[in-house]
Each structure stands twice: as C-alpha cells, then as structure tokens.
C-alpha cells in the first residue's frame, strides 16, 4: 500500500478539483469544532501505526476491545436503569424486566436517598419515591432485592455521596441471603467530582469525599474483589450540555484525580485501578460516538501506563457502560424516540460496550411505562441477535473515517486534559469554575443552533404536527412519602436503638480519625441506623459543601 | 411598568434537583435579551427562592423542576409569596411537568408551564407581553 500513497494522493486531488468541485455543499463540522472532510481515503490513515495504536482486542492499547472475542464470546449486559415509589414496586418491575431478559440490575435511587436525608426529613418533601426508589434503611434494600439472587446478578448502583452506605446494605443483604462478599458482582457510581459540576447530589466536602471513595477502594480490594468500586461517569455532563470531547476529557480528568487519590492513600495502583469502571452518553452523532470510544479506550490505555506506571493490563482496560442520550430524545411526537434509542444503542455496540441502558420514547415525559422500557430492551436484543452486528469484533474498525476520527478526538480529549493538569488537576479546575463554564458555554451554543434551525431535531423544530396530550404515562403514587414516613416510624420502635447509638457513636470516632470506615458503616446499618441518621454523623463531622453557581 | 427600567428576573431551582442546564440555557438568552437575571442555584428551599425575589426585587420568577417535586413545592412558593405581599410576581414554571398537573398549578396563580422544547424566544415574548399588561 505505501508505494501506492503518492498516487493516491494525486489522484485524491484531482477527484477534489474536476469531480468534486463541481459540486456545491453546505461544509460539515463537529460539534468540538473538526471540519469533517467529504471524503476520507487511505491518506487520512497513513500515519496511524496500526500495531502501536491499533492493535488486537484485548491487548494494548485496546483501540478494538477491551476483550479478544468481545461478543462472540459474550454479548454486554442489558441493564435498564430503572427503580421509583416504594421498595415493594421497585422490586415488581425487577422481576418483570429479569423475565424479559435483561441481564443486570441498575438502580435509580430517589433524590432523599442520593443527598442522605431520610423520607420524613423537611427537604424530602415532594420528592420521596419520585425519581428513583426510597430507601432509608436496610429494611428497604431488603426489600428491592427480595426473591433475586445477588450471586447471579450483577447490580448497578447510581449512588455517589452516601455510596458506601448503599454498599454496606447490599452487603448485609447478601449475607442475609448466605452469600460472601466475595462472590459479589457490582458497580456503585461513587463519582463525586461530577455532582459538584452538573449533578448535583453532593453531600460533603472534596476532602472527605474522596478519602470516603479512597477507603471504599481499600476495602473491596480486601473483602469485595469483583466489585466495580468507582464508575466514573461522563453521562451526565453530556446530559449538562457537554461536547462529545469534553464528555472524555472531563471524565478522564476526574478519573485521574481518584486515581492520585488512591495512590496518596497509600494504595497500589494496581489494586484498585481493574476495579475502575465508567460510564458515557451515547448521543446522536453515529460515527462521532463509535470513534468517541475507541479513542477513549486507547488513552486511557495509556494514561495508566505511561503516566502512572500501570503494569497489569486489567487497570490498562477501559470497560463501560452506557446509557443512551436522555437529552436527546423529544417530548413532540415521542414514538420518534424509538428511532433514535435504537441508532444510539447500534453506536453504543459499534463502539464496544460491555454493558448497556437504552432509555424509553416516553422519557422525556414521565418515568417509562412497562411496555416503554421492554420496547428499549427490545432494542438491544434485535441489535443482539437479528442484524449480524455481534458476528465480529470491532466491525468499524479500518474505515478511513472512523480511524481518522478516533485519532483526531484522541488528540483533542489529550489537549483538554493538559490544561486541566495546568490548573492544578479536576478539582482545582472545579473550584475554579473551568469545567461548569466549558460545559455551559456547549450547551449555550446548541441550544442557539437548535433555535436558528442550523441544528434539525425532527418533530421539534422542524417537521413539526399538532398533537394530542400523551396517553397512558406512568405516575407515581403520591403516597409514597406517607408509607415510608410510616416505614421509618415502625423501624424505629422495633430497632435495638441502643445498638444503634454505639455503632453510630463508633462510625462518628472512625470518622475524626483516619482509620477505613467501611467496617463502622456495615456495623451500623446492619443494626437498622438509617441512611439519614448515618449521613448526619458524617456531616457532624465532614461539614458540607457550598454548592456555587455561576451564569 | 416604566419602559426604560430593565425587566428583573429570579430563575430558580426549587428542591433537591441538580438538573439545571435549562435554567442556565434560558438565564443567559434572559440576559442576552437584555434583562437582568438573578439564578439562585440548585437545591433551593421554598423560603430561600421567595427570600431572593424579595430582596432583589424581581418582576418576574421562572420555577424549573424536573424532578416531580412540583406538586409540593409549587404550592408552598405561591403561599409565602402570598404572605410576605408579592402576589403580584408574573410566577412560571418549566421542566418535566405533566400536562394533567397544569390546570392546577395555574389555579395556584402560576401564569404558565413551558416544557421541553420550547424556545427562548417563546418565553421572552411571553415575559414581555405580561408583564407590560401588568
């Protein structure tokens, strides 16, 4: 081929003036600002070595996969986030999407449950059971995963703050069951950097936060080895407006910031870094997505390497999950919705996910109904077994355009990370503002695109009909405050509450010195402490954090 | 109202919802129109929101909840602003608001519910028009 190259060339140049040129279009560009050329040729591809930055599945660098047989092996794990009202519900819609085929669990937990405060606290007002399930106690937990097995499941927690609370109770819920910790699949999201930037569901301070991350770390890679002790989330600054770059780049520098956490802790970076997981927003721009993964597989490949001297490959590997873009779909003529989860979950297996949430039509409207949210599960299971697109690893893998682009968004996620380390790594840039501006400065500039028409969002601001008030959207019972203040009132009669005292008396010592304090927490919520009575100690002593904000 | 004074708004985010790219999407086109916007940032209790309309002496309050919250917090953010005397605030909402639950809202005093969708220049029109009525 190389001999070919400056005859291809030329005759690229001579397509470009005679055949092209006679031609007039609108030019293309990303939304991070790459022009994307009409045509890519094998001279966009010349300077990509393929053995150093291609390579095979399952080895350095991973540009392919992350595993050698990748879906032929074994398809990714179907996981709807899903959990609203009460335990009781939260644990009915489980079993029916378990019965339908979904291979994981993925736990969406109410706003109380997310900030530490108990149903019956004054700002859990209205909110109880609205976005996720309520939990306040182990009574709760117990509950959401009664009759499921939680040695053949693997389940997914979206928990940050109060994180290893959360843990603690799936613990105590296995060892009620007769299963060791040892024998736990599982994820906790545990990312904290990005509540302080687009999230919002913080608690304490970055101090306390990440040394609570940090101990949670230590004592999985004890006790917990299969447990996913971080999943360091990007989703939700694309859902904030990021650009597909700045989704990778911010992400990746919140990742090196815990990894240098774990390390000043005094951990091994090989004990904790396998144990890494992520995950992204898989957004509409189809081929800008495929790429987006394959360059994010690649740097961090080489960030835990070449920067912090990584030797074993399961902390080079970069797993994920994803979740297709919520912000993406539209509340005007929502079945449309049902076109575009299924292109972004095709992108989301183009591009290699090891585990995979497709949001419902009616999401950008309520919680999703039974039939929305097996509609999405549909989804995958097409894309699974009818298209022929598992039958080979990395399918996309040589095209011109996709190698360009992957090259090219490498080069700028790597550019973005550089000026975070020169303002002093993630939470200096936090502190500072710099991300929340960046994020907020993308999502300006959309929303003005979307509103001049430049951007076309079908059946919003093009193609639009006149429609009927949708039919038949799931509501949530506005009792579910009342029955868990309830709940809470019966736990706290029938509760040894002296045993309660001392172990939060003993959480609460841990706390002002610096010895783990997993082993405190699953003492206390083993005896029934609440969620909120277990935050309020570690606010006593942590303090809070000041959210600010600017426009 | 008098022309040559600049329209004030307060954009607030009422209850424990962190979502907050439409508010700060709809302070900037706010501003950019040449109002002065005042955003509170997340996680605002029901007294901080009316609190901040009351001392920075706002026209107009644009409540976004996507969290489901509204049907407690709504409420309560009318009533207080009944009781400190600023009845008279053009009060909107935006968000993830089911259409069953407007036409209650709107008894409460709530001007209009503006969902997702809706365009910048929706809303500012509709700000000027109402409040140049007022």
């Known amino acids: 081929m190389e001999e070919d190259i400056e005859k291809i060339q030329e005759e690229t140049k001579r397509w470009d003036k005679d055949c092209l040129g006679k031609h007039t279009f609108r030019k293309r560009e990303t939304d991070w600002g790459l022009e994307i050329k009409p045509l890519y040729t094998v001279d966009d591809t010349k300077d990509i070595n393929y053995l150093k930055e291609i390579g095979f599945p399952g080895e350095y660098p991973f540009t392919r996969a992350p595993h050698p047989s990748m879906y032929l092996g074994k398809l990714w794990t179907m996981r709807q986030y899903s959990g609203y009202g009460t335990a009781d519900e939260t644990n009915k819609r489980y079993k029916y999407l378990l019965e339908q085929g979904q291979t994981g669990l993925s736990v969406a937990f109410d706003l109380p449950t997310q900030i530490g405060y108990d149903s019956d606290h004054p700002l859990s007002q209205g909110e109880v059971g609205k976005v996720g399930v309520a939990v306040d106690s182990l009574a709760d937990m117990e509950t959401i995963f009664n009759g499921l097995p939680l040695d053949k499941l693997s389940t997914s927690m979206t928990i940050n703050a109060p994180a290893a609370i959360l843990l603690a109770m799936y613990l105590a819920v296995a060892e009620k069951q007769g299963i060791g910790p040892e024998k736990l699949n599982g994820t906790i999201q545990n990312d904290i950097l990005k509540e302080y930037t687009v999230r919002g569901t913080y608690i304490f301070p970055v101090g306390p936060s990440l040394r609570l991350i940090t101990d949670i770390f230590e004592y999985c890679s004890k006790y917990v080895p299969k447990w996913n002790t971080i999943n360091i989330a990007g989703y939700h600054m694309r859902e904030a407006g990021a650009t597909a770059v700045q989704e990778i780049a911010f992400t990746f520098a919140d990742a090196i910031e815990y990894v240098n956490a774990g390390i000043k802790a005094g951990l091994r970076v090989d004990d904790f870094a396998p144990r890494i997981s992520w995950i992204f927003n898989t957004h509409n721009n189809f081929f800008e997505e495929i790429a987006k993964y394959r360059a994010a597989r690649r740097l961090w490949a080489k960030i835990m390497k070449e920067r912090f001297g990584a030797s074993d490959p399961r902390s080079w590997m970069f797993r994920f999950h994803t979740q297709t873009a919520g912000s993406a779909l539209t509340a005007q003529q929502p079945l449309n919705n049902v076109v575009r989860v299924a292109f972004q979950t095709l992108a989301a297996i183009l591009g290699g996910a090891q585990s995979l949430a497709s949001c419902s039509f009616d999401e950008a409207l309520a919680l999703p109904t039974e039939e929305s949210v097996r509609l999405s599960l549909r989804t995958q299971q097409i894309i699974a077994h009818e298209i022929g697109v598992t039958d080979t690893v990395d399918p996309m893998g040589g095209s011109f355009y996709i190698e360009s682009l992957t090259k090219k968004m490498e080069e700028k996620i790597t550019d973005y990370i550089k000026r975070i380390d020169e303002l002093g790594g993630a939470a200096a840039a936090i502190e500072k503002g710099y991300i929340q501006q960046e994020i907020q400065e993308s999502a300006y500039r959309y929303q003005k695109e979307v509103e001049s028409g430049g951007k076309v969002v079908v059946g919003m601001n093009s193609y639009q009909v006149e429609e009927p008030l949708p039919k038949g959207l799931l509501k949530v019972d506005t009792e579910v405050g009342a029955i868990q203040i309830k709940k809470l009132k019966e736990l706290k009669t029938a509760r040894d509450n002296q045993k309660v005292q001392s172990t939060l008396l003993a959480l609460r010592k841990t706390a002002e010195g610096y010895a783990n304090l997993m082993p405190p927490i699953i003492e206390a919520v083993k005896a029934y402490a609440t969620l909120g009575e277990t935050c309020d100690v570690l606010r006593e002593v942590f303090g809070e954090y000041e959210g600010t904000s600017v426009i | ?134």
């Open chain 2, 1 to 134: 109202m008098n022309r040559d004074k600049r329209i004030r708004v307060l954009v607030a985010k009422p209850g424990l919802d962190g979502h907050d790219r439409g508010a700060k999407v709809i302070a900037r086109a706010l501003r950019d129109s040449g109002m002065e916007v005042i955003y509170t940032g997340i996680r605002q209790t029901p007294e901080q929101i009316v609190d901040a309309a009351l001392q920075e002496d706002v026209d107009t309050i644009l409540l976004s909840i996507l969290s489901g919250a509204h049907g407690f917090l709504f409420p309560r953010i009318m009533e207080l602003l009944k009781e400190k005397g600023l009845g008279d605030i053009l009060v909107l909402g935006g968000g993830i608001i089911p259409e069953d639950d407007v036409p209650e809202l709107k008894k409460l005093g709530i001007s209009e519910i503006f969902g997702p969708g809706m365009s910048s220049q929706t809303l500012i029109n509709y700000i000027r028009e109402n409040l140049s009525q007022g």
